[in-house]
């Protein structure tokens, strides 16, 4: 029996997080030492932010997926809180509600203290949050799922955190975002592909039923390897060899690869997805710790 406290954990999909603690990490490591340092309570605001920005995307998405019928008992991915009734539809309105209400009191410090910038992220962010699954035109049943993981879970964040922080518009560090946002639009990819059979059943257009499985894993595959490039150019550049440690995590995850490239769509890639969000934490946290120690 799911007691409510665990619903509403399951429902905010904790694996999930990572996803927005690695690009706020990476962003802070490219400030130095003394800016961190000096604003430490606004670079842990914006992590709060963040997690609870993507908290809010997940209950958006469990309450109109069910609402619309795509979370049904044909689905191969984990249950949905209100799909198997742990919450009812009022509980989890009014959930959003709140964490989306939070997620803008907190954001408002963060906006008041970066500006033009940081109120044009805040606000774009928060509307992606909600209109990815909310609203009549729900963005990700036009096919613009890996878009919008790309941008809001890599260079978005990564600059964003970096300008919180230093008040400077060098556009390196929207470079340097383009590593989690490879590996986030990989795991959106990894959900679409699993979702693919029931997804178009219902009419949600997305990269794998637009364009077939075998583009979908490419994709995917794609996401999780040009990280490792990126990361061979930083070496070439700073020479420091914590930027060769994502491609040992690449090797480390290549079963992962394996059943994404060749394996049976089934329930097995929702590992395949838990397995790609520590793949891209970590993969932040060694080129973060790379940036650190230059």
């Known amino acids: 029996m799911i007691t409510k406290k665990s619903a509403w954990i399951l429902a905010a999909r904790p694996k999930t997080l990572p996803a927005s603690i690695g690009p706020v ?7 130095s030492y003394e800016q961190i340092i000096s604003v430490l309570p606004i670079a842990f605001l914006t992590l709060i ?18 609402k619309r019928g795509l979370d049904d008992e044909n689905r191969i991915g984990p249950d949905r809180a209100l799909q198997k009734g742990w919450l009812t539809k009022t509980e989890l309105k009014k959930g959003i509600v709140f964490i ?21 992220i805040g606000l774009l962010s928060l509307a992606a949050a909600y209109f990815y699954t909310g609203g009549p035109l729900p963005l990700s049943y036009f096919a613009l799922g890996e878009v919008l993981a790309f941008i809001f879970f890599g260079p978005v964040p990564v600059w964003g955190t970096y300008f919180l922080i230093t008040g400077d518009y060098d556009l390196f560090p ?29 009419g949600k257009s997305t990269l794998a ?41 690449f090797l480390i995850f290549i079963k ?16 395949c997805l838990a397995s790609t ?3 891209l934490f970590l993969s932040c946290l060694v080129n973060a710790l790379g940036f650190f120690t230059i």
């Open 25 to 31: 990490l990476l962003g802070t490591s490219l400030a």
């Open 49 to 66: 932010t963040a997690i609870t920005l993507q908290i809010g995307t997940n209950l958006v998405n469990d309450y109109y997926d069910s």
């Open 100 to 120: 989306f209400t939070l997620s803008f009191v907190l954001g408002s410090s963060l906006m008041y203290q970066g500006g033009l910038p940081i109120i044009i």
């Open 174 to 202: 929207a470079f340097i975002g383009i590593i989690p946002g490879l590996v986030s639009l990989s795991l959106m990819g990894i959900n679409n592909l699993r979702d693919h059979k029931n997804d178009k059943e219902k």
């Open 209 to 249: 039923t637009l364009f077939g499985t075998n583009f979908g894993r490419g994709l995917i595959l794609f996401g999780v390897i040009s990280p490792c490039l990126l990361s061979i150019s930083l070496y070439l550049q700073f020479f420091n060899s914590f930027f060769l440690i994502p491609i040992l995590l």
């Open 256 to 271: 992962t690869w394996k059943i994404i490239l060749n394996g049976e769509i089934n329930s097995e890639l929702n590992n």
């Open 277 to 279: 969000g520590k793949y």
